[in-house]
């Protein structure tokens, strides 16, 4: 089991000038492990959202890849493959009027934007803002 031994530092405390953030207690256990659940569904469309740009970026080295791709046809006396190479995929859209970053930007603005604006709503309104009471719970049974 790995612990934090750091010391408490001033990031931990409550900045100048803010009023502090409700003591964990004062969430009761149903409401820390709801607030859990979704933070947890947070954090996995913070992981698709990696994979999205991992795709993007695949996808882009691909594409790039398929100028040297042509050249090698050209080299290698196809140049009627090549010319199909490049007119049927170089700058393809991955889906419908899309290139990947396109796919990105939308979800970020749309759905991505949608979760994260609506888990912080629900924390503000239910814990103060704190994030990970559940976990927080967690670590202090588990470290007794």
């Known amino acids: 089991m790995i612990r934090d031994i750091r010391p408490e530092t001033a990031s931990s405390q409550t900045p100048p000038g803010t009023s502090p953030r409700p003591p964990s207690r004062d969430v009761d256990d149903a409401t820390a492990e709801a607030l859990g659940k979704l933070s947890e569904a947070l954090e996995t469309t913070e992981r698709a959202r990696g994979h999205l740009y991992s795709f993007h970026q695949l996808i882009g080295h ?9 050249k090698l046809l050209r080299a290698a006396g196809h140049p009627e493959m090549a010319d199909l190479v490049t007119r049927e995929l170089i700058g ?45 719970r967690m670590k202090k049974r588990r470290q007794g």
């Open 92 to 136: 393809l859209n991955v889906i419908p009027g899309r290139w990947t970053f396109q796919i990105v930007e939308e979800y970020e603005d749309g759905y991505h934007s949608a979760f994260t604006g609506v888990e912080r709503r629900v924390r503000e309104r239910l814990a103060g803002g704190r994030r990970h009471l559940h976990e927080a």
């Open 62 to 70: 691909a594409d790039l890849q398929l100028d040297e791709a042509v």
